[in-house]
């Protein structure tokens, strides 16, 4: 069986694709964003690819790939296009992979199914990535329970951003879910800044462990 972890958020556009890139790094694993919606600019994929350090073949290509930057569901309509869960599938790889959702968990794929439905399926254990911002701890508060209320196992937290500690001291008290580390804001953003962060920044037995 493929060893897979799944990192989703609390929100979209709060660093999940850099926070995988760098774990998919370290790991020396591969990385699958399975619906990319929004193909304009630089893809989440070819963020990965730019920035893990992985060889070649490691990053694997979309199942969906959706022209609009709106919601899969909403971007898959506008393509013509149907989601099919099933397609979803795991697949079978010889080393750890890094699975990256879009945006948060109750983000819809279709009129039926949202990405939690997905990872509930899985049943892959999931590190969540929250912001450090104000309304944080509102965020990954109902987040967690979320995971939960479906028996999703939880890793752990990644914060991204500037260090707010009562915030995230907050939220680990409150949800008894412990925090892995933080990644902070990187100027420049490289493979190397990258792994450094992610090396001196968190706590990776957990996840390896896994």
Request: charged share 20%; proline share 8%.
């Amino acid at each position: 069986m493929t060893k897979g972890i799944v990192i989703t958020g609390t929100d979209t556009g709060i660093g999940k694709t850099v926070f995988s890139a760098g774990l998919a790094g370290v790991l020396d694993g591969f990385y699958w964003k399975p619906v990319q919606s929004g193909l304009d600019e630089e893809t989440d994929s070819e963020v990965v690819e730019r920035l893990a350090g992985l060889p070649p073949g490691r990053v694997l290509p979309e199942v969906y790939r959706l022209r609009s930057p709106l919601s899969p569901h909403r971007s898959a309509e506008l393509d013509g296009v149907a989601i099919e869960a099933a397609k979803l599938s795991l697949p079978a790889l010889p080393g750890p992979i890094v699975i990256e959702g879009a945006g948060g968990l109750m983000v819809p794929l279709n009129r039926q199914t949202k990405f939690i439905d997905i990872f509930q399926q899985w049943q892959l254990p999931v590190v969540l990535c929250a912001r450090t911002a104000l309304g944080t701890i509102n965020h990954t508060l109902l987040s967690i329970e979320a995971l939960r209320a479906r028996s999703i196992p939880i890793i752990g937290i990644a914060f991204v951003g500037d260090e707010v500690a009562d915030s995230q001291k907050t939220i680990v008290e409150f949800s008894g879910v412990p925090q892995l580390g933080r990644l902070p804001y990187l100027d420049p953003l490289t493979d190397e800044t990258l792994r450094e962060a992610m090396v001196a920044g968190f706590d990776l037995a957990p996840i390896a462990g896994v």
